[in-house]
Nanobody, 124 residues
Framework: QLQFVESGGGLVQPGGTLLLSCVVP????????IGWFRQVSGKDHEGVSC????????YYTNSVKERFTISWDNAKNTVYLQMNSLRPEDTAVYYC?????????????????WGQGTLVNVSS
């Protein structure tokens, strides 16, 4: 079964930057939206950001606004998350998945076929 493949995570100091990439198994335009979600051990996936295929509208959770930017490259079937001014509280495993938007929040719905994710560790 085809999966979303995330990459780009790593260890970075507070204030640093990372660029996450997500290869989508089909064209991103086949989905209503693609989202980035993060998970800390023992907790549910948190919606970080998502972007709609029809008009490229983007959504961000409050804690990452003005620091993260989502984008996609349809030619490469890839969705990116540029992460700037990273904070220790951004530490998590980051996943990408199809997304809905519920009251301005990125929501994976009943999606269960999560990929391996990519670990972001913000630490000095």
């Amino acid at each position: 079964q085809l999966q979303f493949v995330e990459s780009g995570g790593g260890l970075v100091q507070p204030g640093g930057t990372l660029l996450l990439s997500c290869v989508v198994p089909d064209s991103p335009s086949d989905y209503y939206a693609i989202g980035w979600f993060r998970q800390v051990s023992g907790k549910d996936h948190e919606g970080v950001s998502c972007i709609t295929s029809k008009d490229g509208r983007s959504y961000y959770t409050n804690s990452v606004k003005e620091r993260f930017t989502i984008s996609w490259d349809n030619a490469k079937n890839t969705v990116y998350l540029q992460m700037n001014s990273l904070r220790p509280e951004d530490t998590a495993v980051y996943y990408c998945a199809p997304s809905g938007v519920v009251s301005g929040t990125c929501d994976p719905g009943d999606f269960e076929d999560w990929g391996q994710g990519t670990l972001v560790n913000v630490s000095s």
